[in-house]
């Protein structure tokens, strides 16, 4: 068996880490998902006797739009090296596509957020039902 060479490497690499930023990056653009975030925060700090009285991440709704932005271009640089090198999971990009549609954090979309997240959701579905496919038919051979 072949070795990969270190390029190779590097590639796949970066490109592993550009789709993991895109992911990470594309949650924080809708508000729903930041509350939620929120929330589980206060309920962490609860927990363990720490009591907060409003919103701790309420800042990351004033940034939304720009880490939605550096999700896409992210999202595109994985998409490129996806398209030109094959080097990326199909399933992840899908993953992504989905999370970056439902965390549009436009104000002038929000009556179409409910569509956003049933497009996502449904590509994020789809996504983790096709890796749970791959991984039952990898172990059944």
Do not use: D
Not at 38 to 64: D, E, Q, R, Y
């Amino acid at each position: 068996m072949k070795s990969k060479s270190n390029k190779t490497k590097l590639i796949e690499k970066t490109g592993g880490i550009s789709s993991a930023l895109s992911g990470s990056m594309s949650f924080l653009g809708s508000y729903q998902v930041c509350h939620n975030l929120c929330l589980g925060v206060i309920a962490l700090l609860s927990i363990i006797g720490i009591t907060v009285a409003g919103m701790p991440l309420l800042f990351l709704t004033k940034i939304a739009i720009p880490f939605w932005i550096a999700a896409v271009i992210l999202f595109t640089i994985t998409l490129f090296f996806y398209l030109k090198k094959k080097c990326i999971s199909r399933n992840l990009i899908i993953f992504n596509l989905g999370i970056l549609i439902a965390g549009i954090p436009f104000p002038k979309l929000q009556n179409y957020s409910v569509i956003f997240w049933i497009m996502g959701g449904t590509l994020i579905l789809v996504s983790l039902l096709l890796c749970i496919k791959n991984k039952l038919v990898s172990n059944a051979i």
